[in-house]
């Protein structure tokens, strides 16, 4: 019966119905899936070995001849011992399998095959045990190089590279190579169906790195081209357009001069806003470059056309603070701010709910309480998400839905990013969104020194914090909570571990600094406790704030000039970047003091990093080395599809070409209707399936 590719996974030989439960765990339904399971390794079982040869104590590949007929012993219950011997013209090898009498039946003596196993030697006698094999005629498996899959409980090697190689026999004519041949001359790629052969059984090392580039080329370019459609779907869409006016009625209200980096950023959303067309911005810009004013001038500018703006961050505190920032600067324009969180009143919210409906409210600063059925517009304009890596694509896309109920618009958005993100993956994440960057650091910003100490310098440390006091200044001291992700989140964070920082915190008043004002803030507290604390601490009643991560994203103290960072190894690079962002604000000298004792190596080159430099860029593509991009901020929260084969550190070259050719491709043929594109649009479906509709 002929093997269909798109057909259930136990079409194929030794795929029975439990197997095929197992195969599911790996996502893997069809032969078709299994050819795109790829392998995460070879091993070079190419060299044939003759007895004599063959090296003892580690796998390889022996020939010879069955020398007689094998026998099999009863040991005990459960127990049987298949025995016999191989011979070439100079040596003998003893054979013995456990529990596998059948090879008694499968080995006939006088015929020569190829056995792969552990050679062992005592004295002169050589041995192997559980060997696989196959007839010298063959070779499936030895004189070759070999995949070796990532595997799941009860699924061999094995079983799966001859699962693949049956799919690649039986389906070979059913494989159709959705890359038009015009496109794979001029890239130099091979065709699907070679590249499939060898990236499972290559014939050769140049075989393999064919096939790779071509399958990396393959799935960079599907990405890129369905980006690319998206893109050009959305600029089809019609958004409310701004007037067109100068931005610097806005600039004149600020205490001070906006950098050009910031004018430029401003600038050139400003330039979408009144395109008619949504304006779909990515602002990139280090901690303390000033994003908030670039977002505050888009909504001084959808203001005066009449549109209402939402800001969503994913803290209360950070919400807050952004309101408290954004009111008095905006209200000398005459707009007017509100704040909607989820821990506000319900009558509160209901009040909010109300003038937002009414319009009036032209920018709404919120948590993820915005996205609340009842929150509705009287007309979005533009949405405006901060520290975009905590938030989901089809959340974004959620909020940007609120604009549509109004009107049939599109509202504008803009993303703002504090977490530079490394060029490359900012291709992959963000490929439908223009970028800007803010280059620039306000002006007076200073480098902050930074320093790596262990234990035994903890009290000459805490020296180093009386002094900085002492000269009138403040200082963090930031204690980390094992799960680090969810006391972001959510402030979440175990009982222990609370525990451990409030004695700690208590510690330092009572034994450390009896004269000092020491406070703390940690996610279990409400927010109106958090609240409380920071605005002390804001407010110079507090010398010394102990704080978990809450104080990431959070205030904004310019008096502030050293933070402590305790347990540093257990932060991620931009993580603690972040953190170190926190003091610097002021005129003061700042600094900040990495304490661990953690002898990793690579935690410790983590850590130098951030000794080594103050550039936001530099880390985040320091991270992506160290980290890699799986890891990175988790791009799997973005809703887009998981990428196999692709390293995006290390095939960049492959994804510039790709993504220049997906881009050619959908300008010659937007929707990828001409006969030769039609496939290249059913393997962008396929690839975008669940995320199509959300990703705009
Ligand atoms: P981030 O990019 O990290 O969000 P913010 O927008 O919070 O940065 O700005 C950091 C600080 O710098 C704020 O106190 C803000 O008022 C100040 N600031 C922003 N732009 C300028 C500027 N052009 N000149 C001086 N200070 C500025
Ligand atoms: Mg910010």
């Avoid at 409980?153 to 699962?163: D, H, K, Q, R, W």
């Avoid at 305790?566 to 993580?575: H, I, P, W």
Wanted: charged share 25%; glycine share 8%; with cysteine.
């Amino acid at each position: 019966m002929a093997i269909t590719l798109d057909g259930s996974i136990r079409q194929l030989t030794r795929i029975g119905e439990q197997r095929a439960k197992k195969l599911e765990k790996l996502k893997i339904y069809t032969p078709r899936d299994l050819l795109y399971w790829f392998p995460r390794d070879y091993q070079d079982l190419r060299q044939i070995y003759d007895i004599t040869q063959a090296p003892v104590g580690e796998p390889c590949c022996v020939e010879g001849v069955v020398a007689e007929r094998a026998v099999t012993q009863y040991v005990r219950r459960g127990m049987e011992l298949t025995k016999t011997r191989v011979v070439d013209g100079r040596g003998q090898l003893f054979l013995t399998f456990f529990n596998q009498s059948y090879v008694s039946r499968a080995l006939r003596p006088g015929e020569e095959y190829i056995f792969y196993g552990t050679v062992e030697q005592t004295g002169s006698r050589k041995s192997m045990t559980n060997p696989m094999f196959e007839s010298s005629g063959r070779r499936h498996f030895t004189g070759r190089i070999m995949p070796v899959y990532p595997l799941t409980a009860g699924i061999t090697n094995f079983t799966l590279s001859e699962a693949v190689r049956q799919t690649l026999v039986s389906c070979a004519e059913e494989i159709r190579d959705p890359l038009p041949e015009d496109l794979r001359e001029e890239h130099h790629l091979v065709g699907l169906g070679y590249a499939l052969q060898n990236i499972h059984f290559p014939k050769d090392d140049q075989a393999l790195a064919a096939a790779r580039r071509r399958l990396v080329f393959e799935e960079l370019f599907f990405f890129s081209a369905g980006l690319a459609m998206m893109k050009g779907q959305r600029s089809g869409q019609a958004a409310i357009t701004c007037q067109r006016r100068s931005l610097q009625p806005f600039w004149d209200t600020l205490p001070f001069a906006p950098t050009s980096a910031q004018r430029r950023a401003a600038e050139e959303a400003a330039a979408d806003l009144c395109s008619g067309r949504p304006m779909n911005r990515l602002l990139q810009g280090d901690v303390g470059s000033g994003k908030t004013v670039v977002a505050a001038a888009c909504a001084w500018l959808m203001a005066q056309s009449g549109g209402q703006t939402a800001l969503m961050v994913p803290t209360e505190i950070l919400a807050r603070q952004h309101c408290q920032t954004l009111t008095p600067l905006l209200e000398q324009s005459g707009l007017r701010v509100g704040l909607l969180t989820g821990s506000m009143k319900a009558k509160e919210k209901r009040d909010v709910y109300e003038r937002l409906q009414l319009g009036m409210i032209d920018l709404v600063v919120g948590t993820h309480a915005l996205l609340t059925e009842g929150v509705a517009f009287r007309r979005l304009g533009l949405v405006i998400t901060d520290e975009q890596h905590r938030f989901g694509v089809d959340q974004r896309a959620k909020l940007a839905e609120k604009g549509r109920e109004a009107e049939g618009l599109a509202p504008h958005v803009l993303v703002m990013s504090a977490t530079p993100i490394p060029r490359t993956l900012a291709l992959i994440l963000y490929g439908d969104l223009e970028v800007s960057v803010l280059d620039e650091l306000p002006p007076g910003r200073q480098h902050i020194d930074t320093f790596l100490v262990g234990e035994d310098k903890r009290e000459r440390m805490y020296g180093f914090v009386r002094r900085q006091v002492a000269e009138g200044h403040q200082v963090y001291i930031v204690c980390p909570s094992v799960s680090a992700e969810s006391t972001l989140e959510k402030g979440a964070m175990t009982a222990t571990e609370l525990k451990a920082v409030e004695e700690y915190a208590e510690k330092l008043q009572t034994a450390v600094f009896p004269d000092l004002r020491v406070g703390l803030v940690h996610g279990r507290q409400s927010a109106k406790a958090k609240e409380q604390v920071m605005t002390r601490f804001a407010q110079g009643e507090l010398d010394i704030l102990v704080a978990t991560t809450v104080i990431e994203v959070g205030v904004d103290v310019s008096n502030a000039t050293l933070m402590v960072i305790e347990n540093a190894e257990r932060f991620g690079l931009s993580q603690l970047h972040q953190l170190r962002g926190r003091v610097g604000r002021g005129k003061a000298k700042s600094y900040c003091v990495l304490v661990s004792d953690n002898r990793n190596p690579e935690t410790r080159q983590r850590m130098k990093a951030l000794c080594a430099t103050n550039d936001g860029f530099q880390i985040a593509e320091e991270d992506l080395k160290l980290r890699g991009p799986g890891d990175f901020f988790g791009a799997r929260q973005h809703g887009l599809p998981q990428l196999r084969v692709a390293d995006l550190a290390g095939d960049v070259r492959v994804l510039q070409e790709a993504q220049a050719a997906a881009a050619k491709r959908v300008a010659d043929d937007p929707d990828l209707q001409r006969p030769e594109n039609v496939p290249i649009k059913a393997q962008i479906q396929a690839l975008f399936e669940t995320n199509t509709d959300r990703l705009n």
